[in-house]
């Protein structure tokens, strides 16, 4: 899903991953995002948004098919960045749960959509995610949800 998000576009602070009005921002356009979800079979509907270092934000939401195979919402929102050009990953917020109800519980991204947002994380290794369900919104870094992450620079080491 390629969607064009009306956003600040302010660029954030590397290191944190934006402001909490940047933060709030990137959750609502993963809740939008979340509307999009097609997933018949799990029933778990998913949308995410990531934040490029130029500022711009990328939605992406989960997309099955009967197959059982599956485009995660992380994973389609890092690859609508790639392709319009961001080589830089700094915050993804992520928005799940059983479809057709609000999120109960803040969803931290699987192990397959960590691999890929480290792929595009900055030089230090450190993307802030955040996800919300009900009330709360809960905040990770990569470094602690991915320790020892196999990445560009193993391969290139060998
Ligand atoms: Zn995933």
């Known amino acids: 899903m390629t969607k064009r998000y009306k956003t600040a576009g302010r660029k954030p602070k590397p290191s944190r991953g934006g402001s909490a009005a940047d933060q709030a921002e990137l959750l609502r356009v993963a809740t939008e995002a979340r509307e999009g979800a097609y997933a018949p079979y799990s029933?778990?509907?998913?949308?995410?948004?990531?934040?490029?270092?130029?500022?711009?934000?990328?939605?992406?939401?989960?997309?099955?098919n009967a197959f059982?195979?599956?485009a995660h919402a992380e994973q389609a929102a890092v690859i609508a960045a790639i392709g319009a050009?961001?080589?830089?990953?700094?915050a993804v917020a992520i928005v799940g749960g059983p479809a057709g109800r609000p999120p109960r519980d803040a969803v931290p991204p699987c192990g397959f959509c960590r691999?890929?947002?480290f792929e595009f994380a900055p030089q230090n290794g450190d993307v802030t995610i955040l996800g919300a369900g009900g009330s709360a919104v809960k905040r990770w870094?990569?470094?602690?949800?991915?320790?020892?992450?196999?990445g560009p620079s193993v391969i290139r080491r060998r």
Do not use: D, K, M
Request: charged fraction near 20%; include cysteine.
């Open 141 to 150: 870094s990569l470094r602690a949800l991915l320790p020892e992450p196999f």
């Open 115 to 117: 691999q890929w947002i």
């Open 85 to 90: 050009g961001e080589r830089t990953i700094l």
């Open 43 to 64: 029933n778990f509907s998913v949308g995410a948004a990531v934040r490029a270092a130029s500022g711009r934000v990328y939605a992406g939401c989960n997309v099955e």
């Open 68 to 70: 059982y195979e599956a």
